[in-house]
């Protein structure tokens, strides 16, 4: 046994001395952008479209546009099936980068894996990007220097949907008295907008009822059965996966109306509502992604990529699907935020404390929107040290039964409301972890 | 665990006369070079070759998933009792651990160790139906452990100190006022513990405890008739293993991946382990060790080699794909080889090597 033992240890050292990764020698003249991702597994039909957009757009900057401000942009993909672990090993594998090409930042795809690797990120000092996900309280970037929940956190979400109810209503006095469901899946996804949402409810008098469905939530009459009871004003469905279509299906046997139900960011896509058929017509749902193939963006990727046999995208009919306008939405936000970082360390490869200054001092505007074909598909967004969220705005998108239809203009969370529940939140995280808020004025 | 033939008859070692009916004592370990090459190969020359990468991201988690095996096996492998409830118990172990540090305020070593205690508890409670109930039914009742486990940490806040979203961290890792956190203090810590514990479980399988549970194994109503307390030993069983679960669970969410949810603990977790035992082999102890490397490492080289020739020739989705299919392959074939596992399989090619002239 000893022997064996010996030879299985053996074996795994010369495994290990056979596979380690060749030193980083230094001055690359390429940016590495390493991408965990998941082609394989439950997620895979999101995921496939998702890593499209973004390679599509990567390949766009460096092959039309030269790269960023000439820096090409290294990009390697590494299959994780949505699992945290395999992406903290990814993560570790990466973050020094590859033949001396520094990391900039890390995108996480995943909330559950932006928790695991919140404070090796810090300690590392690599941003850990998690466009619309993240852990809510990483907004405050004096408690989290290296952790960006960029774009929509799950607090903004929370508000959005309030908003649009008000706004449907007629305004916030309207909502007074009325009866809010929040249907979620019971993870931490699903968990994390319960405090802002009841925080809400008391400001605007509105009922708020919560009520969790396991995970993966292929059978919801009870949940169903239960909101039928309390008769709600409205629905809002903070599902994932499977458990979307099954919740809208439900919702319809139990007489619920598909249009006074409105979904979030992650339960608002084409492989949300097709499954569902019928019943999904007149399905609303929070859109900082916005589907649709018609934007600017769109008509020069067709032109240079789509067209030319360059995309990732095998099947051409989603191009414009939601997920797909998500990479491209998420690839764009890192390739502007390592403009900002270079205009003021120069126009070469960052690493990770250089990508921190530039995500932190991210700024796109209507016009700038215009100039990179985003105008209408992405919000203005403007980040600083201490607010790592920067837009906090999502459009309402609605389901006709064979495509999303965008019904509002960019409706904004109300921020300030919340940022002292998130201050709150995050002042706890740093007496638990004896960490110092960094005070952004005195840094520059 | 079966005597092969080529081992020496016991008389030839002076242990027991022949005239005995049966050895009270078994053979002592052939303690060889073997031993102390290992633990210096892993305590001092490991660390300094390994860059933090290997240690932090590829043989700790390996030494963990090798204590989870372990855990399974002396439940599943030695004494007989099938279980899918492992993901689990390693959640009680990072849950509990963290309750300890975050409510109770104590050291990590000690709470880690409490937490194995509670597990074992956990696991005791779960044991109990096997009086009753055997093999596959037996199964479906640890799946309700498991399940179970997975609802209590998610429905309940107080097991995750009232965060938004229900997932454990704990502040710097420190162990006797060292700072553990570098991947070389987590891979030291990792180590130590494995060590002792697999020791611990040696031993454990060599003492009257192990022998019952290997009675009770290979067959329960004659364990019964020479006097085993059959009940008792599968409950103990059930209690040791899901100690060592529930240590595996507490270095897993805090010296590997540093914060867990109970999803990190999922039944594909339990899956997992089950076939680290299977595939390395029932009751042996260096079967989890092999078994775990071969989960573990195997997809991992699998992705090393893939990413170094194909990576940008073939499409990324099929890529990863194949990928999946080859290691399925591996699996098969490893096991229509040798259905006792890679153990088995190497003990039996080091048979073959070490008997001149070779024969294959």
Same mark, same amino acid.
């Given at each position: 046994? +000893?022997?064996?033992?010996?030879?299985?240890?053996?074996?795994?050292?010369?495994?290990?001395?056979?596979?380690?990764?060749?030193?980083?020698?230094?001055?690359?003249?390429?940016?590495?952008?390493?991408?965990?991702?998941?082609?394989?597994?439950?997620?895979?039909?999101?995921?496939?479209?998702?890593?499209?957009?973004?390679?599509?757009?990567?390949?766009?900057?460096?092959?039309?546009?030269? %790269?960023?401000?000439?820096?090409?942009?290294?990009?390697? =993909?590494?299959?994780?099936?949505?699992?945290?672990?395999?992406?903290?090993?990814?993560?570790?594998?990466?973050?020094?980068?590859?033949?001396?090409?520094?990391?900039?930042?890390?995108?996480?795809?995943?909330?559950?894996?932006?928790?695991?690797?919140?404070?090796?990120?810090?300690?590392?000092?690599?941003?850990?990007?998690?466009?619309?996900?993240?852990?809510?309280?990483?907004?405050?970037?004096?408690?989290?220097?290296?952790?960006?929940?960029?774009?929509?956190?799950?607090?903004?979400?929370?508000?959005?949907?309030?908003?649009?109810?008000?706004?449907?209503?007629?305004?916030?006095?309207?909502?007074?008295? +009325?009866?809010?469901?929040?249907?979620?899946?019971?993870?931490?996804?699903?968990?994390?907008?319960?405090?802002?949402?009841? !925080?809400?409810?008391?400001?605007?008098?509105?009922?708020?009822?919560?009520?969790?469905?396991?995970?993966?939530?292929?059978?919801?009459?009870?949940?169903?059965?239960?909101?039928?009871?309390?008769?709600?004003?409205?629905?809002?469905?903070?599902?994932?996966?499977?458990?979307?279509?099954?919740?809208? +299906?439900?919702?319809?046997?139990?007489?619920?109306?598909?249009?006074?139900?409105? %979904?979030?960011?992650?339960?608002?896509?084409?492989?949300?509502?097709?499954?569902?058929?019928?019943?999904?017509?007149?399905?609303?749902?929070?859109?900082?992604?916005?589907?649709?193939?018609?934007?600017?963006?769109?008509?020069?990727?067709?032109?240079?990529?789509?067209?030319?046999?360059?995309?990732?995208?095998?099947?051409?009919?989603?191009?414009?699907?939601?997920?797909?306008?998500?990479?491209?939405?998420?690839?764009?936000?890192?390739?502007?935020?390592?403009?900002?970082?270079?205009?003021?360390?120069?126009?070469?490869?960052?690493?990770?404390?250089?990508?921190?200054?530039?995500?932190?001092?991210?700024?796109?505007?209507?016009?700038?929107?215009?100039?990179?074909?985003?105008?209408?598909?992405?919000?203005?967004?403007?980040?600083?040290?201490?607010?790592?969220? %920067?837009?906090?705005?999502?459009?309402?998108?609605?389901?006709?039964?064979? +495509?999303?239809? !965008?019904?509002?203009?960019?409706?904004?969370?109300?921020?300030?409301?919340?940022?002292?529940?998130? =201050?709150?939140?995050?002042?706890?995280?740093?007496?638990?972890?004896?960490?110092?808020?960094?005070?952004?004025?005195?840094?520059? | 665990?079966?005597?092969?033939?080529?081992?020496?008859?016991?008389?030839?070692?002076?242990?027991?006369?022949?005239?005995?009916?049966?050895?009270?004592?078994?053979?002592?370990?052939?303690?060889?070079?073997?031993?102390?090459?290992?633990?210096?190969?892993?305590?001092?020359?490991?660390?300094?070759?390994?860059?933090?990468?290997?240690?932090?991201?590829?043989?700790?988690?390996?030494? #963990?998933?090798?204590?989870?095996?372990?855990?399974?096996?002396?439940?599943?492998?030695?004494?007989?009792?099938?279980?899918?409830?492992?993901?689990?118990?390693?959640?009680?172990?990072?849950?509990?651990?963290?309750?300890?540090?975050?409510?109770?305020?104590?050291?990590?070593?000690?709470?880690?160790?409490?937490?194995?205690?509670?597990?074992?508890?956990?696991?005791?409670?779960?044991?109990?139906?096997?009086?009753?109930?055997?093999?596959? /039914?037996?199964?479906?009742?640890?799946?309700?452990?498991?399940?179970?486990?997975?609802?209590?940490?998610?429905?309940?806040?107080?097991?995750? *100190?009232?965060?938004?979203?229900?997932?454990?961290?704990?502040?710097?890792?420190?162990?006797?006022?060292?700072?553990?956190?570098?991947?070389?203090?987590?891979? /030291?810590?990792?180590?130590?513990?494995?060590?002792?514990?697999?020791? #611990?479980?040696?031993?454990?399988?060599?003492?009257?405890?192990?022998? *019952?549970?290997?009675?009770?194994?290979?067959?329960?109503?004659?364990?019964?008739?020479?006097?085993?307390?059959? /009940?008792?030993?599968?409950?103990?069983?059930?209690?040791?293993?899901?100690?060592?679960?529930?240590?595996?669970?507490?270095?897993?969410?805090?010296?590997?991946?540093?914060?867990?949810?109970?999803?990190?603990?999922?039944?594909?977790?339990?899956?997992?382990?089950?076939?680290?035992?299977?595939?390395?082999?029932?009751?042996?102890?260096?079967? *989890?060790? #092999?078994?775990?490397?071969?989960?573990?490492?195997?997809?991992?080289?699998?992705?090393?080699?893939?990413?170094?020739?194909?990576?940008?020739?073939?499409?990324?989705?099929?890529?990863? *794909? #194949?990928?999946?299919?080859?290691?399925?392959?591996?699996?098969?074939?490893?096991?229509?080889?040798?259905?006792?596992?890679?153990?088995?399989?190497?003990?039996?090619?080091?048979?073959?090597?070490?008997?001149?002239?070779?024969?294959?």
């Amino acid at each position: 046994m +000893k022997r064996l033992l010996l030879t299985a240890l053996l074996a795994a050292s010369v495994a290990t001395t056979a596979l380690v990764p060749p030193s980083a020698f230094a001055d690359s003249k390429e940016q590495y952008v390493p991408l965990p991702t998941y082609r394989v597994g439950p997620y895979a039909s999101s995921g496939t479209l998702w890593w499209a957009g973004t390679l599509d757009y990567f390949r766009y900057i460096n092959e039309v546009e030269g %790269g960023v401000n000439g820096v090409k942009l290294k990009v390697e =993909e590494f299959e994780t099936e949505w699992s945290p672990d395999r992406t903290v090993e990814v993560y570790e594998r990466v973050k020094n980068g590859k033949d001396g090409a520094p990391v900039a930042f890390f995108f996480t795809h995943g909330t559950p894996a932006s928790y695991a690797l919140i404070e090796k990120g810090a300690a590392d000092k690599i941003p850990l990007i998690d466009p619309a996900g993240g852990r809510t309280e990483s907004t405050d970037g004096t408690v989290f220097p290296y952790a960006f929940p960029l774009l929509f956190n799950y607090f903004s979400q929370a508000s959005v949907g309030i908003n649009y109810i008000a706004q449907k209503e007629g305004g916030f006095d309207k909502l007074k008295g +009325k009866k809010i469901v929040t249907v979620y899946h019971d993870s931490a996804y699903g968990r994390e907008t319960q405090a802002a949402v009841e !925080l809400l409810a008391k400001k605007y008098g509105f009922e708020n009822y919560q009520i969790p469905v396991a995970d993966p939530g292929n059978e919801q009459s009870p949940q169903w059965r239960q909101v039928r009871e309390i008769k709600p004003d409205w629905v809002f469905l903070r599902t994932w996966g499977v458990s979307t279509p099954v919740a809208i +299906k439900t919702a319809q046997r139990f007489g619920i109306p598909a249009d006074h139900i409105i %979904g979030d960011v992650w339960a608002g896509s084409e492989a949300d509502v097709i499954p569902a058929g019928a019943a999904a017509k007149g399905y609303q749902a929070l859109a900082p992604y916005p589907g649709g193939a018609s934007f600017e963006i769109h008509d020069r990727l067709r032109k240079t990529i789509l067209d030319t046999g360059k995309s990732d995208l095998k099947d051409k009919k989603f191009f414009g699907a939601v997920y797909y306008n998500i990479g491209l939405i998420n690839a764009v936000l890192a390739v502007e935020a390592l403009r900002a970082g270079q205009a003021k360390f120069g126009n070469k490869p960052l690493n990770g404390e250089e990508g921190r200054w530039g995500f932190e001092h991210l700024t796109i505007d209507d016009a700038r929107l215009k100039q990179i074909g985003f105008y209408g598909l992405l919000q203005p967004i403007k980040l600083t040290p201490s607010d790592h969220e %920067g837009g906090g705005a999502a459009r309402i998108q609605q389901w006709d039964g064979e +495509k999303w239809v !965008l019904v509002t203009d960019w409706i904004q969370a109300d921020r300030d409301t919340l940022r002292p529940l998130i =201050e709150a939140k995050s002042a706890a995280y740093a007496k638990e972890h004896n960490i110092t808020p960094r005070s952004p004025t005195a840094e520059n | 665990m079966s005597q092969t033939l080529s081992n020496p008859p016991l008389v030839s070692r002076g242990v027991a006369p022949v005239t005995r009916l049966a050895p009270v004592a078994l053979p002592g370990p052939r303690l060889g070079l073997g031993l102390p090459a290992l633990l210096l190969l892993a305590f001092g020359v490991v660390p300094q070759l390994g860059g933090e990468y290997w240690l932090g991201a590829i043989l700790v988690p390996f030494l #963990i998933l090798s204590l989870a095996g372990l855990g399974l096996n002396l439940l599943t492998g030695y004494a007989g009792q099938t279980s899918l409830g492992s993901g689990g118990f390693m959640a009680v172990g990072a849950f509990a651990t963290f309750g300890f540090v975050v409510h109770g305020g104590l050291p990590l070593p000690l709470a880690i160790f409490l937490a194995g205690l509670v597990t074992a508890g956990a696991g005791l409670v779960f044991g109990l139906p096997s009086d009753r109930i055997k093999g596959f /039914y037996l199964m479906v009742s640890s799946l309700a452990a498991q399940f179970f486990f997975e609802w209590l940490f998610q429905k309940f806040p107080w097991f995750y *100190n009232y965060g938004s979203s229900g997932t454990i961290t704990l502040p710097r890792l420190e162990l006797f006022g060292f700072d553990i956190g570098s991947a070389q203090g987590r891979y /030291y810590v990792t180590l130590s513990t494995v060590v002792l514990l697999t020791w #611990i479980a040696v031993s454990l399988t060599r003492s009257q405890i192990g022998r *019952n549970w290997m009675a009770v194994r290979d067959m329960d109503t004659a364990a019964a008739v020479i006097g085993i307390p059959v /009940y008792r030993s599968k409950v103990v069983a059930f209690a040791v293993s899901s100690f060592y679960l529930g240590i595996a669970g507490a270095l897993w969410a805090f010296l590997y991946l540093g914060s867990a949810s109970v999803q990190s603990f999922g039944i594909s977790r339990s899956f997992q382990v089950l076939f680290i035992i299977i595939i390395g082999g029932m009751g042996s102890i260096a079967g *989890n060790f #092999i078994g775990a490397a071969f989960i573990s490492l195997l997809p991992l080289a699998i992705d090393h080699i893939a990413q170094g020739f194909f990576a940008g020739h073939v499409d990324a989705g099929l890529l990863q *794909n #194949i990928q999946k299919a080859i290691f399925g392959l591996l699996i098969i074939g490893f096991l229509i080889k040798e259905p006792d596992g890679l153990a088995r399989l190497l003990r039996t090619l080091g048979e073959r090597l070490s008997n001149w002239p070779l024969r294959f």
